[in-house]
């Protein structure tokens, strides 16, 4: 059983579950483990860990790809009860999700961080005990006017010239993942920060 050994990786992608929440925002992580899974051709139906899972063979590693079915806020939950079942250090896990900072189109690699004020990888943080993951940032852009309220900005949906843009930057966040995995975080970052669709 591959549970035991020290190989494996795991790609977390955030949202909500919930047909409503599907194209909003907030679920950028969700649809690009849905590009992940359709490109390496692995089903991510398994109902365990608070979450939907699948895995695969990749380059000779173990992939686990992710979506936590707790709502974002207790995100972390699943991710901490998958990774402690497949012994998958921090280091190995690369998280995918929303960022407002950047602009639709727009992705960003990061080795490790804070939370930002995403609620998301808060609970994770808190829940793995580690800020010390990768991460792939999907550009969902600022709110408009700085008294929205947030949450209702992050759970809106995408402007049909924001969703072209967004196409192209899931495919890449999901690339840059998997780049992550083969050569590292720099290799990822050099070749995808501040790419435009």
Known sequence: MFGIKNDAWLIVGLGNPGREYEKTRHNCGFRAIDILA???S???DKGKFQGLYGQVNYNGSKLLLLKPMTYMNLSGRSVLQLSAYFH???QRIIVIFDDISLEPGRIRV???GSAGGHNGIK???AEIGSQNFPRVKVGVGAKPHPEQDLADWVLSNFS???EKALSS???RAADAALCIVNS???ESAARYNGSRP
Do not use: F, H, M, Y
Request: net charge neutral; charged share 25%; hydrophobic share 40%.
């Open 42 to 44: 692995c089903k991510v």
């Open 184 to 186: 590292g975080v720099p």
């Open 169 to 171: 930057a899931l495919e």
């Open 38 to 40: 359709q490109k390496l």
């Open 123 to 125: 609970s994770i943080i």
């Open 160 to 162: 049909a010239s924001e």
């Open 110 to 112: 990061r080795a490790d």
């Open 88 to 90: 998958v250090p921090p």
